[in-house]
């Protein structure tokens, strides 16, 4: 069986359910249900033996260390992060705690079981952990992508603190020779993505008639992957990547941010047409309205992803135009989900983020 951290939230979620898909292996899936944590994702698994679900913190090390000796799994998936940039400026001090001090005792824990395994399966077992291209940084016009050898440049307290989680991997595989692997994957969208990311926030307010916020100018540019492309990504370095290595993954979709809610629009405009008997408008594209930039906002991201595509041959299924109308679908399909989500708590920081922004 495998242990996935993080299995609650937007990827991971992803990550089990496909994993659950292909193969009989079971996960066993620890989450602390932080706001961003939601077992509704998950909610077609319930009754399957082969998912159990354990809430608590990667921080907790006797907790950890009791799950691996209890189940034995054959590898360790760490998704469980503080993921949220904008959150991050706000209020680092879980980012730091999570991303550094829990990955940090995370990676103690399994150290200790691993240490303790017989050598055939010391040495086939695996420590995977999901990070970020945030963490080179941003990319100036024409500069080629981001790739494995590049310096760390991380400009947020989210995309520090994940750098620091790297480097704390990198560490236990050269000094304890831990088998870990590292992949550093650029902007997800997709199903069960939670509704303060760009874009699942600019359906959930296209959808119900609220302005479409777009920080600054709208030209940053990010590189967007469907999220089922990076799942195939990680399952894909689980099986062959070799030990110590780290992975880019992309999905060559560099796009600016006004580019992406255009096309947000557009398809709403298609499935979902304004009526105008009910408002004035007669495209979501009205509803777009420019506010004050995130702060040390970083300009471009983009990926080399040549070294996962020709070590491991990995390549994205999805091109940006079929994974939008695909996302944009699953949200006009799953407004229970979209309410359900849409907690006191979230709309709490909602109002902490946008309030003063004009
Ligand atoms: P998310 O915020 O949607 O989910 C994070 C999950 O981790 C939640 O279920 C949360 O409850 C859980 N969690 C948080 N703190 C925890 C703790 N201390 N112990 C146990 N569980 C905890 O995040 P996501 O977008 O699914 O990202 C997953 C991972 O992928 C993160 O490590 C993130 O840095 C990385 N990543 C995300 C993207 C993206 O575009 N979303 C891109 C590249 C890499
Ligand atoms: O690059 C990978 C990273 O992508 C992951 O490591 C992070 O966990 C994930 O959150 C994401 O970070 P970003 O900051 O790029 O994603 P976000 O969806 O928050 O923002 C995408 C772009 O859209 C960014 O340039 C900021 C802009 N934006 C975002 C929001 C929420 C807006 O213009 N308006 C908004 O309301």
Redesign the pocket.
Known sequence: MILV????????SNFVLDWLCRSDESVIN?????Y???LENLASLQGDRRHTFIR????DADLVASLLNEHKPRAVI???????VDRSIHGPEDFI??NIV?TFRLLEAVRGYWGGLSSETKQSFRFLH????EVYGSLDKGEPGFSETRRYEPNSPYSAS?AASDHLVRAYHHTYGLPALTTN????YGPYH?PE?LIPLMIVNAVSGKPLPVYGDGQQIRDWLYVKD?CSAIRRVLEAGRVGEVYNIGGCNEKPNIEIVHAICALLDELRPLSTTHSPLTTYRSLITHVADRPGHDRRYAIDASKIERELGWKPAETFETGIRKTVRWYLDNQSWVSNVQSGAYRTWVEKNYQGRG
């Open positions: 951290t993080g299995g609650a939230g937007f990827i991971g620890l989450d602390k249900l932080t961003a944590g939601n608590g913190d990667i921080g760490n998704f469980a992060a503080e993921s949220h705690q999570t829990g999901v990070s970020t291209d994940k994957c650029s902007n997800n939670f990311k990076h």
